[in-house]
């Protein structure tokens, strides 16, 4: 069946420490892969988007995502971690040629001082 | 430009009330999608719509849901005699339609639906 995994539930770091967040899919074709931000109470905020090309994708506020086609993986990054960036973090798909998001349960993020 | 606009951002019915929930998309945009976030859930894909016609409501549930996007106006997700587990915060999403671009869908903020 297709699926979206994010594997760990919660993650705490410490403020200034890296950070990485797991993802996997399931899917026969490479799809289209995305990372979202959800503060408590709020919408959802586009982190980063891959689509093709370089597999190394860029984001806002210093977040960064490989896809890795061999491992269907596309973790979510970032070298320092402030603490304005505890929230939920979504990994999310849409099939190729297809057009429903397919999202993972999300990983809440906990930043100590 | 605006981003995608859903009113109310917060409703409250008690259970057996109608709900109804407004989702104006992106100018330019002509399709829409509605996405359910249960508590402590990711987001689930309900129902995909252009204008006037309904694409996708594979994932709506089959009784008491219904959807549309007019010609004019907003989209409507409602929910007739809603109950305790339709609480939850429900999403729209738009996207303007093409090969490329079909795929990015742009979020709004949300409306949470409790119900008493």
């Known amino acids: 069946a297709q699926s979206v995994t994010q594997p760990d539930i919660h993650i705490t770091v410490s403020e200034g420490a890296s950070l990485e967040l797991r993802c996997n899919y399931s899917y026969g074709a490479t799809p289209y892969l995305f990372w979202y931000v959800q503060s408590p109470g709020q919408g959802l905020q586009l982190l980063l988007k891959?689509?093709?090309?370089?597999?190394l994708v860029q984001g806002i506020k210093g977040f960064e995502a490989e896809f890795k086609r061999s491992q269907s993986s596309f973790n979510l990054r970032k070298p320092s971690v402030h603490w304005s960036d505890a929230a939920e973090y979504f990994c999310?798909?849409?099939?190729?040629?297809?057009?429903?998001?397919?999202f993972g349960a999300g990983t809440r993020l906990f930043v100590k001082a | 430009n605006a981003g995608v606009m859903q009113n109310p951002r917060h409703l409250v019915r008690r259970r057996g009330q109608e709900a109804r929930l407004r989702c104006s998309p992106m100018?330019?945009?002509?399709?829409v999608y509605w996405y359910r976030q249960l508590p402590e859930e990711g987001l689930k894909f309900m129902v995909y719509l252009q204008k006037e016609n309904i694409i996708d409501e594979s994932g709506m549930p089959k009784e008491r849901f219904s959807a549309e996007f007019p010609k004019e106006g907003p989209s409507i997700l409602r929910i007739q005699q809603v109950v305790r587990g339709d609480s939850a915060a429900y999403f729209c999403?738009?996207?303007?339609?093409?090969?490329?671009?079909?795929?990015?869908?742009?979020f709004g903020p949300g409306t949470r639906l409790t119900v008493l």
């Open positions: 999310a798909v849409v099939p190729t040629g297809g057009f429903k998001t397919i």
């Open positions: 100018k330019g945009h002509s399709h």
């Open positions: 891959y689509f093709s090309g370089d597999t």
């Open positions: 999403a738009s996207s303007p339609g093409g090969s490329k671009s079909y795929n990015e869908q742009f």
